[in-house]
């Protein structure tokens, strides 16, 4: 074997915008965002609107999934959530467990409380989670879960390549979760020099999940809501969001004030303070891959999330799709060097924020 490299450029959510073409659309209010999904291997469909709160401790609360669900959304609940915690949602929203996800790793002990959940709480989509989906170990994590859970919708991942998308659908996945090094507290790509542009990361796997009747999440590198419609439009079927619903009341930890502003703290969860928090520290074999910051405190989620659901009509009224299903069949990406004015955007991006 020897080391090669790929000439052809890949992409980012940066690099590119969706060029508008003609539409009969007359207002956003005409476009439909709900999609329904069959699955290569689970005997469920889900419907609703395919946009997913990341399974991190701080975003993965069962508060936000109280908030999401009433937007027919997803919340990925962390994987430290206990069984208490789960009885007591599902007792509270009975009607809600189509829009929650059930988080699990690729361990022994992972394996044992995913089954002491889904003994209490019958839910129908499991999340398996880890860095690196390319590990044999995580395959063969994988098909135990299927083989224990036959009828369940398993998202999987991550990875960036079509290959690995294969092989994660025909080892019991139904969704690939593709992204690695995008997130906003991800340094992968800065301890490793592993990683892939996530635009074009997303057309790739997206292409190699389809052909299998299977389905891809984007997850990570979403910083606007222009984002979440490129992801979309390059033929994500869900997409996972963790610092745009970052710093929210329904997340976790405490408000407090740094130099006169409300934040809350964020990390990631390969960084020193998770794994100190949930491990007792960094093992002297690896290092940490994700940083800790404070975020500006941002109020309700209902807010980004009105924000997220109203841009998004809105490509789909410049682009003529009439439904979220049709974006990416109406969208023609061109390559940018620039795509928004800078002269305000320190004053904007703390409004936004």
Not at 203 to 211: E, F, L, Y
């Given at each position: 074997?020897?080391?090669r490299?790929e000439e052809?450029?890949?992409?980012?959510?940066k690099?590119?915008?969706?060029?508008?073409?003609?539409s009969?659309?007359?207002?956003?209010?005409?476009?439909?965002?709900?999609?329904?999904?069959?699955?290569?291997?689970s005997?469920y469909k889900?419907?609703?609107?395919?946009?997913?709160?990341?399974?991190?401790?701080?975003t993965?609360?069962?508060a936000?999934a109280?908030?999401?669900?009433?937007?027919?959304?997803?919340?990925?609940?962390?994987?430290?959530?206990?069984?208490?915690?789960?009885?007591?949602?599902?007792?509270?929203?009975?009607?809600?467990?189509?829009?929650v996800?059930v988080?699990?790793?690729?361990?022994?002990?992972?394996?044992?409380n995913?089954?002491?959940i889904?003994?209490?709480?019958?839910?129908?989509i499991?999340c398996?989670?880890?860095a690196?989906?390319y590990s044999?170990?995580?395959?063969?994590?994988?098909?135990?879960?299927?083989?224990t859970f036959?009828?369940?919708i398993?998202?999987?991942?991550?990875?960036?390549t079509g290959?690995m998308t294969e092989e994660?659908?025909?080892?019991?996945?139904d969704?690939?979760?593709?992204?690695?090094?995008?997130?906003s507290?991800c340094i992968?790509?800065?301890?490793?020099?592993?990683?892939?542009?996530?635009?074009?990361?997303v057309?790739?796997?997206?292409?190699?999940?389809?052909?299998l009747h299977?389905?891809?999440c984007?997850?990570?590198?979403?910083?606007?809501?222009?984002d979440?419609?490129?992801?979309?439009a390059?033929?994500?079927?869900?997409?996972m969001?963790?610092?745009m619903?970052?710093?929210?009341?329904?997340c976790?930890?405490e408000?407090?004030?740094e130099h006169?502003?409300?934040?809350?703290?964020?990390?990631?969860?390969?960084s020193?303070e998770?794994m100190?928090?949930?491990?007792?520290g960094?093992?002297?074999?690896?290092?940490?891959?994700?940083k800790s910051?404070n975020?500006?405190?941002?109020?309700?989620?209902?807010?980004?999330?009105?924000?997220?659901?109203g841009g998004?009509r809105?490509?789909?009224?410049?682009?003529?799709?009439?439904?979220?299903?049709?974006?990416?069949k109406?969208?023609?990406f061109?390559r940018?060097?620039?795509?928004?004015n800078?002269?305000?955007a320190q004053q904007?991006?703390?409004?936004?924020?």
């Open positions: 074997m020897v080391m490299i052809d450029i890949k992409l980012d959510f690099d590119v915008l969706i060029r508008p073409k003609r009969i659309l007359r207002s956003r209010v005409d476009v439909d965002l709900i999609r329904e999904y069959k699955f290569l291997h005997e889900w419907s609703g609107v395919p946009i997913i709160a990341s399974n991190m401790d701080h993965g609360t069962f936000m109280e908030v999401l669900a009433k937007h027919q959304m997803l919340t990925a609940i962390n994987k430290f959530a206990t069984v208490k915690e789960w009885q007591d949602f599902n007792t509270k929203y009975p009607n809600y467990s189509k829009y996800c988080t699990a790793g690729s361990s022994d002990h992972d394996f044992q995913l089954c002491n889904l003994k209490v709480v019958d839910y129908p499991i398996l989670d880890i690196n989906g044999q170990h995580f395959v063969d994590a994988l098909k135990k879960v299927r083989a036959p009828k369940k398993i998202m999987a991942g991550n990875v960036v290959e994660l659908l025909l080892s019991g996945a969704i690939v979760k593709v992204g690695i090094g995008p997130g507290v992968t790509r800065k301890k490793t020099g592993v990683g892939y542009p996530q635009l074009s990361a057309i790739d796997c997206a292409d190699a999940a389809h052909g299977g389905h891809v984007s997850d990570g590198g979403c910083t606007v809501p222009g979440v419609a490129k992801a979309f390059a033929g994500a079927d869900f997409v969001l963790g610092g619903f970052a710093g929210h009341d329904e976790a930890g408000v407090f004030e006169g502003k409300k934040c809350k703290r964020f990390y990631g969860m390969s020193t998770a100190t928090k949930y491990v007792g960094v093992s002297d074999y690896r290092s940490s891959e994700g910051i975020v500006p405190y941002r109020g309700a989620v209902e807010n980004i999330v009105l924000d997220i659901l998004l809105s490509t789909c009224t410049y682009v003529g799709a009439k439904r979220l299903k049709e974006l990416s109406c969208t023609t061109i940018v060097t620039q795509q928004l800078e002269v305000y904007e991006h703390d409004d936004w924020r």
